[in-house]
């Protein structure tokens, strides 16, 4: 994976941008230690490493604004972080880049529960927006695996889902307003606490755009008030496209649950030694849940076990209490710290239309077996986000080049089937040389044209999304 040689010249005055971040920030706000700016080298995607030039960790809008302005002053690259647990590689610096982390901006600035919405830092962490609200009997609905530690912020720059998405949506659908700081330091806000604004739709430039167009400081969210009742149900199959067979059905047949997750064997195998959740001996499990009243409920599931009986479900069981809910869920929300045993792996994150899972479920298992290298599947099918969990070891020479090689055919896969590179982990270094397999060069001129005008300069996040060869004109302009 290549990344841009760093700018001599900023590295020269090191010294010197330090000296000018000094001034306009707390004294620990600053680190510049090696030492401990090691702790920022790399997110989620652990396999590429690098330490920036500084790290800074502001508390408020002002002290971004005051960080951008300097950075822009003397030509330096900001990278936006949140938490760091990006899987796609979103916040990896450059030795000539400061890293900005909002870790630290994480309050509750204004609820209003008459016009539905909250508005926080974004430093904030997922989970912690329901907390806030929950005893209203509110919640905030897009909930990735990873939402105890994720921040609004990385949320918004990938815009992130989770598995409730199917019927609430991604974060784009639940973003009502950022405060966002451009690269002047200029600070702007776009969209806020109300259901649309006029204009051109920047929100949703926003939404999704990786950091490569300001630092979203603070954000106005959505939130909903809590379902009369939600129940899940686990069904367990013979084979992958069975299942993969069985979430196509649900779908086509109007229902809309909440949520429906899909897991496969050497998932199961992994979370059932690891959170012991008292899953079936099976090759391929879903979890459906669905919400609202008692009836509504009932009604639900049983025309989700009438179209799963044409499937020949090996199991299915219906939770019939609180506890029997949390252990379904159990297993699939400690999946991917499970899967760690197995060894190394790479978390993929293609899209495909519903009704291509079993085709797509099956290639992704003879591709597996092309390749030599084991294959994991743990995704959120309702909505065909795929999360292939590639597995390899790391002390193994060529083993990272094999399953990259393998994640790409994967990824290409999607796309050929009418899906697309990312669902919500993003492109950032990851799949960025895949983007010309999506998009023509007419199609990324447009994209690229649209950073131009919010950062001409090219000093916010250059490296990402989109391939190097793409952008070294702009870059080095």
């Known amino acids: 994976m290549e990344m841009p040689v760093p ?4 590295l020269a005055k090191r010294e010197r941008v330090l000296a000018r971040l000094a001034v306009v920030l707390p004294g620990d706000a600053l680190i510049s230690d090696p030492a401990e700016t090691r702790a920022y080298e790399c997110d989620a995607l652990t396999a590429y490493r690098c330490l920036p030039l500084a790290v800074v960790l502001p508390r408020t809008t002002e002290e971004v604004a005051a960080v951008m302005r300097e950075c822009h002053a003397e030509g330096v690259k900001v990278i936006p972080r949140g938490a760091g647990t990006s899987l796609a590689g979103g916040s990896l610096p450059t030795p000539d880049a400061v890293v900005i982390g909002v870790a630290r901006m994480n309050a509750v600035i204004e609820t209003d529960y008459a016009n539905r919405f909250i508005r926080v830092q974004a430093g ?4 912690s927006v329901t907390g806030a609200v929950e005893a209203e009997g ?5 909930d990735p695996s990873s939402q105890l530690a994720c921040a609004i912020a990385g949320n918004i720059g990938m815009n992130s889902g989770g598995a409730h998405c199917l019927k609430y949506g991604v974060t784009t659908n639940n973003l009502l307003g950022v405060t966002l700081v451009t690269m002047t330091g200029e600070v702007v806000q776009i969209g806020g606490p109300f259901m649309d604004a006029g204009g051109l739709d920047l929100l949703g430039v926003i939404c999704g755009s990786e950091g490569q167009l300001g630092v979203v400081t603070e954000a106005w969210l959505r939130i909903l008030p809590k379902p009369e009742g939600a129940r899940p149900v686990l069904m367990g199959f013979a084979s992958n496209e069975v299942a993969g067979a069985c979430v196509s059905d649900i779908i086509k047949g109007g229902l809309l649950p909440v949520a429906i997750e899909f897991m496969d064997r050497p998932c199961i195998v992994a979370t059932e030694a690891f959170a012991k959740a008292g899953y ?6 879903l979890i459906v849940e669905v919400e ?3 009836a509504e409920i009932d009604e639900q599931l049983a025309r989700i076990k009438a179209i ?3 499937h020949d479900p090996v199991a299915y069981r219906e939770a019939a209490s ?6 379904i869920w159990l297993g699939r929300k400690s999946a991917f710290g499970a899967m760690g045993q197995m060894g190394d792996y790479i978390c993929l994150d293609g899209t495909i239309p519903v009704s291509s899972l079993p085709f797509v479920l099956r290639r992704i298992g003879e591709l597996s077996d092309q390749y030599g290298l084991r294959v994991a599947n743990v995704f959120h099918a309702g909505d065909g986000n795929m999360h292939p969990l590639i597995i390899f070891n790391a002390n193994q020479p060529g083993d990272l080049d094999r399953a990259e090689a393998l994640g790409a055919d994967i990824l290409k896969l999607c796309v050929e089937v009418g899906g697309c590179l990312t669902g919500e982990h993003g492109v950032g270094v990851e799949k960025r040389d895949l983007m010309s397999v999506q998009f023509s060069d007419t199609d990324m001129e447009a994209q690229l044209r649209v950073k ?12 990402k999304v989109f391939p190097l060869y793409v952008t070294a004109g702009r870059r080095a302009a």
């Not at 904030?124 to 989970?127: D, P, W, Y």
């Not at 509110?138 to 897009?142: D, I, S």
Request: hydrophobic content about 40%; charged content about 30%.
């Open 280 to 285: 079936p001996d099976c090759e391929a499990l």
């Open 452 to 463: 131009d005008v919010f950062d001409p300069g090219w000093l916010l996040n250059p490296a």
């Open 7 to 10: 700018d001599p010249a900023i």
């Open 308 to 310: 799963a009986a044409r």
């Open 138 to 142: 509110f919640f905030y609905a897009p």
């Open 124 to 127: 904030r962490t997922n989970l």
């Open 292 to 294: 609202g009243s008692p």
């Open 322 to 327: 609180e506890d029997e809910a949390k252990r």
